[in-house]
Nanobody, 126 residues
Framework: QVQLVESGGGLVQAGGSLRLSCAAS????????MGWFRQAPGKEREFVAA????????GYATSVKGRFTISRDNASNTVYLQMNGLKPEDTAVYYC???????????????????WGQGTQVTVSS
């Protein structure tokens, strides 16, 4: 198991930026693919971005491509989500998550992940 703790959420105006961090502990972080999901009130949890263990592969939801960037630092067991050009529709609780599955399209599904953080709130005002 990997323990995950998110930080960096907050209130920002539309067009602004935030950088989310996810601190991981546990033996398998450096070999796990990592992902970010989000859940808005009354909506299902949705995929945002994922990154392979080596950082050689990244993937994004269409709604955030070109605005968000996922990265990781295996030396410090940290995953980041840089969010630029934020929109009110980006308002949600953002979750960090870990997967032992192979890199591929299945990582857009929450079912592929084994550990989840508690989430951090991101609110974008118009």
């Amino acid at each position: 198991q990997v323990q995950l703790v998110e930080s960096g959420g907050g209130l920002v105006q539309a067009g602004g930026s935030l950088r989310l961090s996810c601190a991981a502990s546990g033996r398998t972080f450096s070999t796990d693919a990592m992902g970010w999901f989000r859940q808005a009130p009354g909506k299902e949890r949705e995929f945002v971005a994922a990154i392979s263990w080596s950082s050689s592969n990244t993937g994004y939801a269409t709604s955030v491509k070109g605005r968000f960037t996922i990265s990781r630092d295996n030396a410090s067991n940290t995953v980041y989500l840089q969010m630029n050009g934020l929109k009110p529709e980006d308002t949600a609780v953002y979750y960090c998550t870990a997967s032992r599955g192979p890199w591929g399209i299945r990582l857009v599904s929450a079912n592929e992940y084994h550990s989840w953080g508690q989430g951090t709130q991101v609110t974008v005002s118009s």
